[in-house]
């Protein structure tokens, strides 16, 4: 029963990783598509084969959410964790399905909280408050500050160049862009699977605590990583529409502006800072960056407001799902 639970967990964490991939999909590619910078499908493979990439090279956002609550013992662990991941994936169907560029990240952190809280097993406040709550708040503002500036820099550094090649040039410069936003995504939230599943393998047994946490399996890194580049092939055509033309009508410069700083923070946090932060909020909050250095009427508020919501709901909501399901589980296994 024990290796049949694990087996269920691992395979329904690699479902939330692909539907992470495409939910999120749209946080790399959305702006370069609606620039017509790349077409929908090479932008699609572009953003897989990043996300590939950038998801077997560091395994530091890994460990900080394996480690956000205590390895509680094996039966009941494991119907802990798989609470965790159910509610996560529940909340991230939700709010595809309404088109909400909502955060996957938060959306499995919250159901990791949630199920603890109704199970009773230790959660480690420090590492929520530290690596979670402060990043959350902190990195938008960081991608809205830092995309107005790059935008006001390149609008005054090419006021004079010729427009056909400055959009030329700039589309050029969407496809790096677009491929550093994948890589970054790829950092970021695959390696939030692995935590998961390396912590399932901790709670079981199967692999040896290190440090504050535990050795990630290379297996547990490829198979998270093929999940997230195939869910991101896949494509989030939905959100794709919201975050690239409804918060505001993005030209090749402010596509290329508000990716490269979100890849830039995105690739920060996790190197340096090993915080699992949202790629969704820092893309979007770039987006609304270059767009406010046109007129501030520019940026669609109510659209911005409708994400906000998503993002604000996004913690609780899923820690509420994942509560219930474990509540439900529990009744089978105790």
Same mark, same amino acid.
């Given at each position: ?23 999120? +999909?749209?946080? *790399? ?18 953003? +897989? ?10 395994? =530091? ?53 949630? !199920? *603890? ?17 402060? #990043? ?26 010729? #427009? $056909? ?20 995504? @790829?950092?970021?939230? !695959? ?18 605590? $290190?440090?504050?946490? !535990? ?5 547990? =890194?490829?198979?998270? *990583? ?22 505001? =009508?993005?030209?090749?410069? *402010? @596509? ?13 946090? +996790? ?57 439900? +589980? ?5």
């Amino acid at each position: 029963m024990e290796t049949l639970g694990l087996v269920i967990l691992i395979v329904v964490a690699l479902g939330f990783d692909y539907t992470n991939g495409f939910h999120d +999909a749209a946080n *790399a590619i959305a702006t370069s598509v609606s620039t017509r910078a790349l077409t929908p499908r090479a932008a699609l493979a572009l953003a +897989a084969v990043f996300n590939l990439a950038g998801s077997l090279v560091s395994v =530091k956002v890994a460990n900080t959410v394996g480690s956000i609550i205590e390895a509680p013992e094996t039966t009941h662990g494991l119907v802990v964790v798989f609470a965790a991941v159910a509610g996560a994936i529940v909340w991230n169907l939700v709010t595809w399905y309404f088109g909400l560029p909502s955060s996957s990240s938060h959306a499995l952190i919250g159901g990791l909280v949630g !199920a *603890a809280l109704a199970s009773g097993t230790t959660v480690h406040w420090d590492t929520i408050v530290e690596k979670v709550v402060i #990043p959350m708040v902190v990195s938008p503002i960081v991608g809205f500050i830092g995309a107005l500036l790059l935008m006001l820099a390149i609008l005054w550094l090419f006021r004079r160049a010729r #427009p $056909s090649r400055t959009t030329r040039g700039f589309k050029y410069g969407q496809w790096v862009s677009s491929a550093a936003m994948a890589w970054g995504h @790829g950092l970021q939230d !695959a390696q939030k699977t692995m935590g998961v599943i390396t912590l399932a393998l901790l709670i079981t047994g199967h692999v040896e605590p $290190s440090g504050d946490f !535990a050795v990630v399996p290379l297996w547990v =890194k490829l198979a998270c *990583a093929l999940a997230i580049a195939a869910g991101t092939y896949s494509g989030g055509w939905r959100i794709m529409r919201t975050l690239g033309r409804k918060v505001f =009508k993005l030209d090749n410069s *402010a @596509g290329f502006a508000a990716q490269t700083v979100a890849s830039g923070v995105l690739m920060t946090t +996790a190197y340096v800072y090993a915080a699992p932060i949202s790629t969704t909020h820092v893309i979007t909050s770039s987006v609304m960056g270059v767009g406010a250095t046109r007129k501030f009427s520019a940026v669609r508020w109510g659209v911005a407001g409708n994400i906000l919501t998503a993002w604000v709901l996004t913690l609780p909501m899923a820690g509420l799902v994942a509560a219930l399901i474990y509540a439900v +589980a529990h009744v089978f296994f105790r």
